[in-house]
């Protein structure tokens, strides 16, 4: 099967791609509403905890951390896979990769913004975040660059950036498209904005490529390097439990793994809800599957290397701490992890599953529930039995407050990311024209050259 | 500009290695608690509530982990308690143990404050800066000891936290933290930086004795003693000097001797080497009651 058709109009696909952009469909607004509700459970939640105090998220001493933290590595995570497939694969000529990366490349965007609002719910004086910052001040003070968190906000800063530039960079002929198509209105003003006078000219291609090219490089090292970062909040402590060196590659990993499990995800709703069909083709859901399975094993690997690292380190606190996330409060949520994560991707292995939609949909939101149980799993449990055996407290449960929280920054997530599709284009056209472009030169090529060889062979 | 700065004298930060290069002159503030002396009656808990205005949570926010209190006395029931044929209340044993911030000499705390709000001073303590704090609470993750406590609420405007005619009994040399902020023990730094500031008025140092922390002032056995490490004649000084407990070991020499040793100083999780600057004195009793 193919990876798209070869003899799609391109007037076609600049009118499949635009009406996803015109009036929505009633399923669209359920969609939103539905968010909007979600959201309004965090935002009431924060208001009360700003209120009120820290306190009534159920954190104490010694569980100075909670789901906040989890589920901003979780969403930090999720940012990695938008790189993976704009940037990556970009690099290595992948070019199945281009009906799809634009949406994978927002998820990045709208998930860091997400992961970055759990920072700031997690703080004690959320109205002093910007101390965090190094900002130019009278006092003459700056932050503490020896913390593993100033590299986190420094570098969860960088890569935002980097990829809202990346973003908007690679949508520019896209949004020329648009303003020349779009009827009058708000959306042509903007369009005509952001797309920067483009015109297609030979001279802006160029420029483009290679502005886009320089960006894909830089984004790369950045995306490793943030989750790395995310890793050494714990692999820097003294923690047991997070004392561990192999966390940065785990931490990136994991990353990847429930970036693409969500991909699958939104590959599915958005193949549905804007009638995609053509373009988010089966054939190309089974190359993200492929590369789903292949970390997911990696992922699985990783966990290994640590429970390994950890059971002959000879270290009795971490020890302990292992056992204690196999076998005591939080033993269902671990071995849920352990069977998310790593059981059910086996699924994926088989050829006949890899394009089953709804087997696909479910499979790919247990890998992201296994996943956010991972990094649930890496914060919670050294707080309820870390080195000092006084402290040990395995009853401390989140408050509502916690999981409204949680609970609602999916809703925020689905607003922003519902809202970008419907504004900006989520299938990049041009790729898309260029890819059935070369698809096309290259079956003509097998074609002449399949004619070539069976000429041949008639001559002998 | 500030980025002057940065180069001057931030490169400068934390440079130095708390215990091998700063050479504390002429103080370092150290303890040392006599576990054998500790009768676990709690007057040093309840003289660091008065001391240091800790907010008294209540019960329910006590049972909830939201306590506040920066020393604690903790039970260790003897190991027969509880078992079969072992011994029941009145005759059970148990050992008691004060724990507050050890004031380490390379704080896991102070290297991971985004914000650098945990410091160490030149005499050897571990200062908080509750103006800089953003409560992002990852010092109390790092803390080995779990010594820290973390303002959950907003307990100056809490009712019943302190009642209204006794606002009047807060010291008035000791911050009210608000909410969402970050605190622990300071070996009462309110005391000790008057003590300095009448010593160096009238041209000397501190002498042993001028000053005390809230704890040890209220002890009723004496367990606790502190002063100045670097001080020959301060009592803190003799005492390690006579357990042979150095600030700067991660294991001490006498440890290492065959067939072990008499002499009962220790520190807590020393291996770990956050270098702390409290001795206990192993109990030799069985037990305090």
């Known amino acids: 099967m193919k990876d798209i058709r070869e003899d799609i109009a391109w007037a076609k696909i600049n009118q499949d791609v635009l009406k996803s952009l015109e009036n929505p469909r009633k399923l669209y607004w359920v969609i939103l509403f539905i968010a909007l509700a979600m959201l309004g459970v965090a935002v009431g939640c924060e208001v009360y905890q700003y209120e009120v105090g820290m306190g009534v998220a159920n954190m104490d001493n010694p569980h100075m951390w909670g789901l906040y ?31 799809i990366y634009r949406f994978a490349e927002a998820m990045t965007t709208f998930s860091l913004l997400t992961a970055g609002l759990f920072v700031a719910v997690h703080l004690g004086r959320v109205w002093q975040i910007y101390y965090a910052l190094p900002y ?62 483009w015109e297609g000219t030979d001279r802006q291609w160029r420029n483009f490529r290679v502005t886009y090219l320089t960006v894909a490089c830089f984004l790369i090292p950045l995306a490793v390097s943030v989750h790395s970062i995310v890793a050494s909040d714990f692999g820097m402590s003294q923690q047991p439990g997070w004392h561990i060196t192999s966390f940065p590659p785990y931490f990136v990993a994991g990353a990847l793994y429930s970036g693409c499990a969500a991909i699958i995800t939104l590959f599915i709703i958005l193949r549905y809800v804007f009638r995609f069909e053509e373009y988010m083709t089966l054939p190309i859901l089974k190359k993200i599957v492929r590369l789903t399975f292949a970390i997911a094993m990696v992922w699985t690997y990783l966990n290994a290397v640590e429970f390994a690292s950890v059971w002959y380190s000879h270290d009795q606190a971490s020890k302990d701490v292992l056992i204690q996330k ?24 088989f050829k006949r599953f890899q394009t089953n939609i709804p087997v696909l949909f479910a499979v790919s939101l247990l890998l992201n529930l296994g996943m956010w149980l991972e990094r649930w799993m890496i914060v919670a449990p050294t707080f309820s039995h870390g080195i000092y055996p006084w402290t040990w407290d395995h009853d401390q449960w989140p408050s509502f407050v916690q999981w409204g929280m949680v609970f609602g920054s999916f809703g925020w997530f689905t607003l922003l990311f519902m809202v970008f599709c419907k504004v900006f284009p989520s299938v990049s056209m041009y790729e898309v024209k260029e890819m059935v472009y070369h698809r096309s030169q290259q079956s003509k090529k097998q074609e002449e050259t399949g004619k070539f060889a069976a000429a041949g062979k008639g001559a002998h | 500009m500030s980025i002057s700065n940065l ?14 290069d700063k050479p504390h002159d002429p103080y370092k503030w150290a303890m040392s608690i006599d576990l054998d002396a500790c009768s676990g009656c709690n007057a040093c808990s309840v003289a660091c509530y008065a001391e240091n205005n800790l907010p008294v949570v209540g019960k329910e926010k006590y049972a909830n982990g939201q306590v506040m209190h920066w020393i604690r006395i903790e039970h260790y029931w003897d190991e027969d308690v509880g078992e079969e044929g072992g011994r029941e209340f009145p005759d059970q044993g148990a050992q008691f143990l004060p724990m507050m911030c050890q004031q380490c000499e390379a704080a896991p705390c102070e290297t991971v404050c985004p914000v650098g709000a945990t410091n160490h001073t030149p005499d050897g303590l571990n200062s908080q800066i509750y103006n800089r704090c953003i409560g992002s609470r990852y010092c109390s993750a790092n803390c080995p000891y779990k010594v820290r406590y973390f303002n959950w609420y907003d307990y100056p405007s809490t009712e019943n936290i302190w009642p209204a005619e006794m606002t009047q009994q807060l010291n008035p040399d000791v911050t009210v933290r608000g ?33 005390q922390t809230a704890c040890q002032q209220a002890c009723p056995t004496s367990a606790i003693s502190f002063g100045n490490l670097v001080d020959p004649e301060s009592r803190v000084h003799k005492q390690w000097r006579a357990q042979q407990v150095e600030l700067d070991k991660d294991k001490q020499a006498k440890d290492e001797k065959e067939g072990g040793t008499e002499l009962r100083g220790y520190r807590i999780l020393e291996d770990m080497r956050p270098y702390p600057s409290v001795m206990y004195l192993e109990r030799v009793r069985e037990s305090a009651i």
Request: include cysteine; aromatic fraction near 12%; charged fraction near 15%.
């Open chain 2, 179 to 211: 909410k969402g902020v970050m605190e622990k023990c300071t070996f009462c730094v309110q005391r000790l930086a008057a003590a300095k500031v009448t010593a160096k008025s009238e041209g000397r140092i501190v002498q042993d004795g001028e000053v």
């Open chain 1, 69 to 99: 933290i989890a589920t901003f590595i979780f969403w930090i995570g999720m940012s990695h896979s938008g790189t993976l497939l704009s940037a990556i694969l970009h690099l290595m000529h992948a070019d199945w990769r281009k009906p």
């Open chain 1, 326 to 349: 196999a076998s005591g409060t939080y033993a269902p949520f671990w071995w849920a992890m352990i069977f998310c994560g790593s059981i059910v991707p086996l699924v994926l292995a």
């Open chain 2, 7 to 20: 180069l001057e004298n931030w490169s400068q930060f934390r440079h130095t290695h708390p215990v091998e």
């Open chain 1, 136 to 197: 130019p001040n009278e006092r003459g003070t700056w932050p503490n660059f020896q913390s593993p968190l100033l590299w986190d906000a420094m570098a969860i800063f960088t890569y935002l950036s980097s990829s809202i530039i990346f973003l908007y960079v690679g949508m520019i002929p896209d949004l020329a498209i648009c303003r020349d198509r779009i009827h009058e209105g708000w959306r042509k003003k903007l369009y005509t904005l952001l797309s920067l006078g």
